[in-house]
């Protein structure tokens, strides 16, 4: 399956400034990449799905103008926190689907850390 | 709202026993399901796929699917300290760029 990194894999930042996330497919030209917040304990919430070439869907609930996704290219996808705050502390991880034979499969970068002081 | 469901444990499984984790969903049209095992800080990994009724084995893994139940089950053989982590269940609606609906994660420890 696609190998998939990001970076930084961990950021302190202060409130109220800004931090990107670059999450690269290593092996594999992804149209799509998904960005995901997982909170301690709790399970992956999809924030968003990032399109080559287009702007990214959101999901319900999720601010666009705060979380800002580009996919430059078909290995890029940058995902910045804009004015970030305590409560946007969190894991922040990407994935990429791939092709499996007949059937898509989703493969998960190592994930970004963030804690916003 | 598609759901997917587990128990969140935590499960605990005798060394060697075996493991049983299980998943409901409540989206009829899910075809394509996902077991992903996540280390205490780190990120999930895919571990099985499985997208027809019936049993699919890999090595010590094995998923069960009944559409019908709407029922998705994974069975650790043999289980090994290495094996405590969590296990997403994740459903997809279809076999194209569909993103991925998560479990809340079964917590699972073996206990040597």
């Known amino acids: 399956g696609a190998v998939v990194s990001q970076h930084p894999s961990r950021v302190i930042c202060k409130s109220g400034t800004s931090v990107k996330i670059e999450c690269r497919s290593l092996?594999?030209?992804?149209?799509?990449m998904f960005w995901y917040r997982q909170f301690p304990k709790k399970s992956l919430m999809l924030m968003a799905t990032?399109?080559?070439?287009?702007?990214?869907?959101?999901e319900q609930g999720v601010e666009k103008d705060k979380f800002l996704i580009n996919h430059a290219s078909l290995t890029l996808s940058t995902l910045t926190v804009t004015s970030a705050h305590p409560e946007d502390s969190s894991f922040y991880i990407c994935?990429?689907?791939?092709?499996?034979?007949?059937?898509?499969?989703?493969?998960f970068g190592p994930g970004t850390r963030l804690t916003v002081l | 709202q598609k759901e997917v469901e587990q128990n969140s444990g935590p499960l605990s499984v005798p060394e060697g026993a075996i493991a049983s984790l299980n998943c409901t969903y409540s989206?009829?049209?899910?075809?394509?399901f996902f077991w992903y095992r996540q280390y205490s800080g780190k990120s999930p990994e895919l571990i099985m796929s499985?997208?027809?009724?019936g049993d699919k084995e890999d090595g010590r893994f094995t998923a069960q699917l009944n559409k019908a139940s709407q029922y998705v089950s994974l069975l650790i053989r043999d289980s090994q300290p290495s094996d405590s982590a969590t296990y997403l269940c994740?459903?997809?609606?279809?076999?194209?760029?569909?993103?991925?609906?998560f479990g809340t994660g079964t917590r699972l420890t073996i206990i040597p």
């Open positions: 994935s990429v689907p791939d092709f499996v034979g007949r059937y898509n499969e989703q493969f």
């Open positions: 092996d594999f030209q992804a149209t799509t």
């Open positions: 990032s399109n080559e070439g287009s702007k990214a869907t959101y």
């Open positions: 989206d009829r049209v899910s075809q394509s």
């Open positions: 499985i997208y027809s009724n």
């Open positions: 994740a459903a997809s609606t279809y076999f194209g760029n569909e993103k991925l609906t």
